[in-house]
C-alpha cells in the first residue's frame, strides 16, 4: 500500500454512459498526476495538477474527459459518453513538488465499457 | 518526437541468476530516469532512479546503468527471485513532473 487510494477498483458501465473516479493522494502532497494504462502498454500521461491547479492536460484527454481537484486534496477524473475505446486501467500518482522526488501510484481503476 | 523504449517484451530468467532489462531512449537532454516494477492488478511502484549526472546507481539487488553516450539505461536484478516476476517499466520524468513510459518488459522466473 503506497498511500495513494482510488476508488472504484473496478468498473463496467455500457457505452454512452457517464463514469467518475476517485483518487486520494498522500495527505501531503501537492502534485496529483491521472495516468491512463492499456493492456501490454506502459502508463500514458492524462494531466496533473499542483494543489488545486490544473497545470496541463495531454493531448489524450478528449473533451469528453474532465478532471477536478476543487481543494488541492481529492481528485476525480470524469468520462462522459463513454466509448469502448475508454476501456484500460486509471492510474492516480502523487508526490511533492520537490525535484527527483518518487512519485507513489496507486492500486488503479479497471474500466471495461460495454 | 519524445520516446522511451524498452528492447524486449519478455524475459525468462532461472532463479538465482541474474537479470538484466534494457531501455533507450531518443532525447538527449533528458535528465531523469526511474524504473519500476508493476505486479498484477497493481500501480507501477518505484524501484530505483538515476539523474543524468551519473552512470551508475545502486540500490538492494539492483543496479541501474545510464550511457548517455548511446542513449540507453539498463536494470540489473542480482539473484533474481520468484518475487521479482512483474512487468518493469522505464520512465523518465519530464518538466512538471509527469512521466513517459516505455512499454514494459515482463520479467518471468523459473523456481
Known amino acids: 500500500d503506497t498511500g495513494v487510494s482510488q476508488d472504484p477498483r473496478h468498473k463496467i458501465t455500457k457505452r454512452g454512459q457517464n463514469v467518475t473516479f476517485r483518487c486520494d493522494p498522500i495527505?501531503?502532497?501537492?502534485?496529483l498526476y491521472w495516468y491512463r494504462q492499456t493492456l501490454g502498454q506502459g502508463p500514458e500521461f492524462l494531466t496533473y495538477f499542483q494543489n488545486e491547479a490544473q497545470l496541463e492536460k495531454s493531448r489524450l484527454l478528449s473533451d469528453r474527459f474532465s478532471a477536478e481537484r476543487p481543494k488541492g486534496s481529492f481528485s476525480t477524473l470524469e468520462i462522459q459518453r463513454t466509448e469502448q475505446g475508454d476501456s484500460a486501467m486509471y492510474l492516480c500518482?502523487?508526490?511533492?513538488?520537490?525535484?527527483?522526488?518518487?512519485?507513489?501510484f496507486g492500486p488503479g481503476t479497471r474500466l471495461t465499457v460495454l | 518526437g519524445e520516446s522511451v523504449g524498452l528492447h524486449l517484451p519478455t524475459l525468462s530468467v532461472q532463479e538465482g541468476d541474474n537479470s538484466i532489462i534494457n531501455c533507450a531512449y531518443s532525447?538527449?537532454?533528458?535528465?531523469?530516469f526511474i524504473w519500476y516494477k508493476q505486479e498484477s492488478g497493481k500501480g507501477p511502484q518505484f524501484i530505483i532512479d538515476i539523474r543524468s549526472n551519473m552512470d551508475k546507481r545502486q540500490g538492494q539487488r539492483v543496479t541501474v546503468l545510464l550511457n548517455k553516450t548511446v542513449k540507453h539505461l539498463s536494470l540489473q536484478i542480482a539473484a533474481t527471485q520468484p518475487g521479482d516476476s512483474a512487468v518493469y517499466f522505464c520512465a523518465e520524468k519530464k518538466e512538471g513532473g509527469k512521466l513517459i513510459f516505455g512499454q514494459g518488459t515482463e520479467l518471468s522466473v523459473k523456481p
Open positions: 500518482a502523487s508526490n511533492d513538488r520537490v525535484p527527483y522526488n518518487e512519485q507513489f
Open positions: 495527505s501531503e502532497h501537492n502534485r
Open positions: 532525447n538527449s537532454a533528458s535528465d531523469y
